[in-house]
């Protein structure tokens, strides 16, 4: 399958602070990014889309001002949460997609803790 | 997105095969049955996918019912490193350049018994 790398893996902040997540597709070129978040105990759920080069578009619910999805190139993808409080704290996962792949491969995760 | 039904959780033996169900009856003719698994703290992993034919790959066997409104996922020969969240997600092609995403449910929670 697809190499897809995320970093931080964990990172810890203070309330109020920003944190930027990283996201590469190693060995494909990503027409479209996807970015999820997981709770404890809960299930994957889509937050953003962003195609390259374009606006991400968000789901319902996702404050896109709060969230920063920057997609400039085929490789990477970046996911800022601004002014970060403990309830961002969640496990974020990205999803590069190449358009012709019929799977979607997903990087390892990056553990947000907001203190 | 046709949705699914899974157990919410599963006991299987070491080294025995697991069989995971999986009810989607409201699946449309061009979607697909994606299963993907998630084990603790990391992104999830791509397992396998079908359309109406049983699939076979290293990981795994798929089989869908004729009617397409169930179908099973075998892990053949079950290791204490397949305990997992399993998903299984009905979805058009993905290949639809972004058009299409995976929404994932609750999934069933395998247990690998020693």
């Known amino acids: 399958g697809a190499v897809v790398s995320q970093h931080p893996s964990w990172v810890i902040c203070k309330s109020g602070t920003s944190v930027k997540i990283e996201c590469r597709s190693l060995d494909f070129q990503a027409t479209t990014m996807f970015w999820y978040r997981q709770f404890p105990k809960q299930s994957l759920m889509l937050m953003a889309t962003?195609?390259?080069?374009?606006?991400?578009?968000?789901e319902q619910g996702v404050e896109k001002d709060k969230f920063l999805i920057n997609h400039a190139s085929l490789t990477l993808s970046t996911l800022t949460v601004t002014s970060a409080h403990p309830e961002d704290s969640s496990f974020y996962i990205c999803s590069p997609h190449a358009g012709h792949h019929n799977e979607q491969f997903f990087g390892p995760g990056t553990r947000l803790t907001v203190l | 997105d046709a949705k699914t039904t899974q157990p919410p959780s599963m006991d299987c033996a070491e080294g025995r095969a697991a069989n995971l169900p999986c009810n989607h009856s409201t699946i449309s003719g061009n979607e697909y049955v994606y299963w993907y698994r998630q084990i603790h703290s990391q992104g999830p992993q791509y397992i396998i996918h079908?359309?109406?034919n049983n699939e076979t790959n290293e990981m795994a066997s798929l089989i869908i019912t004729e009617d397409r409104k169930s179908s099973t996922l075998i892990l053949p020969h079950a290791t204490l490193r397949d305990t997992a969240v399993y998903y299984c997600?009905?979805?058009?092609?993905?290949?639809?350049?972004?058009?299409?995403?995976?929404?994932f449910g609750t999934g069933t929670r395998l247990t690998i018994i020693p």
């Open positions: 997600i009905v979805s058009r092609p993905l290949s639809n350049f972004g058009n299409e995403k995976l929404t």
């Open positions: 962003s195609n390259e080069g374009s606006k991400a578009t968000y």
């Open positions: 079908g359309l109406k």
